[in-house]
């Protein structure tokens, strides 16, 4: 393959991963429900590990995923799920 070819689609998938990483995480501190901008947060990790990917730092890819998506992400998880407060619900 072209360098040029290749240079170019790998810009056009680093911009689209960076972008879905910048709505995703927009989403995290927009979103109402506690639950979703966990979700979503763990997403924008995992496109962050992505992003590292793509700039070969294939190790801090891959701890990204290990430590904040497994270790984090599942804690969060559990402390919104396990909490017996209403979150995001709007009672009147």
């Known amino acids: 393959m072209d360098p040029i070819i290749g240079t170019i689609l790998e810009l056009i998938v680093f911009a689209i991963i960076a972008l ?6 927009l989403f995290v501190v927009t979103a109402k429900d506690v639950v979703r901008a966990a979700l979503a947060l763990v997403v924008t990790m995992f496109l962050v590990a992505a992003v590292y990917i ?4 294939q190790f801090l890819g891959v701890v990204q995923v ?12 559990f402390a919104v799920m396990l909490t017996k407060k209403e979150f995001g619900s709007d009672v009147e």
Do not use: S, W
Not at 66 to 77: D, F, K, M, N, P
């Open 54 to 57: 793509l700039l070969n730092a």
């Open 66 to 77: 290990l430590v904040y998506v497994g270790a984090i992400g599942v804690l969060i998880l």
């Open 20 to 25: 879905a990483a910048i709505t995703f995480a």
